[in-house]
């Protein structure tokens, strides 16, 4: 019974879960997005065999990704002027 409670595996996804229902960030992206960089074949491998549970869906990303681009040209904009 200890066993499964002390797991480091499940208190890191427990926490990950608590962030991302409390302040809304989802740790999956940052995953997604450094697997993307270091090793591109296992996420588009999890994409298309449907593997919803390891990687942010593909939607989700382009829009976060595209969201956090306009921020960074809104700033640097701002910053320049």
Do not use: C, H
């Not at 208190?11 to 591109?40: C, H, M, Q, Y």
């Not at 990704?65 to 910053?79: E, K």
């Amino acid at each position: 019974m200890t066993g499964r409670a002390n797991d480091p595996e499940r208190k890191r996804s427990d926490i990950e879960d608590i962030a991302e229902d409390v302040l809304g960030f989802n740790f999956r992206s940052l995953r997604t997005f450094w697997d993307l960089i270091v090793r591109p074949s296992e996420v588009f491998q999890a994409y298309a065999t449907r593997d919803s549970g390891r990687y942010t869906p593909a939607l989700r990303l382009w829009l976060g990704l595209t969201v956090v681009l306009a921020l960074l040209s809104f700033f640097w904009v701002a910053m320049t002027s």
